[in-house]
Nanobody
Framework: QVQLVESGGGLVQPGGSLRLSCAAS????????LGWFRQAPGKQRELVAT???????NYQDSVKGRFTISRDNAKNTVYLQMNSLKPEDTAVYYC????????WGQGTQVTVSS
């Protein structure tokens, strides 16, 4: 089993920044990809960004150039730095871990509003 605990969400004005963190614990050796998904009200959950063990990254087109995903393997933590936030980035953000199985965090709310 892998447990994921997110932090860092909140309310921010358009153009602002937030950094999300996700600490993983448990059977970490079975996790190969860490990432972030998000789900806005009335919409399906969508991929935001992923990062592999070797550091290879993948981003949704709408966040490229604004969001940066990184991981600290020593701390078993994945980060999502979000800059130039837009109202359409408002959603619950979920940490995701994939390997032998798939795991999800409890979600953290990000609200972009003036």
């Amino acid at each position: 089993q892998v447990q994921l605990v997110e932090s860092g969400g909140g309310l921010v004005q358009p153009g602002g920044s937030l950094r999300l963190s996700c600490a993983a614990s448990g059977s970490i050796s079975r996790v190969y990809v860490l990432g972030w998904f998000r789900q806005a009200p009335g919409k399906q959950r969508e991929l935001v960004a992923t990062i592999g063990r070797g550091g290879n990254t993948n981003y949704q087109d709408s966040v490229k150039g604004r969001f940066t995903i990184s991981r600290d393997n020593a701390k078993n933590t994945v980060y999502l730095q979000m800059n130039s936030l837009k109202p359409e980035d408002t959603a619950v953000y979920y940490c995701h871990a994939a390997g032998v199985n798939v795991y999800w965090g409890q979600g953290t709310q990000v609200t972009v509003s003036s």
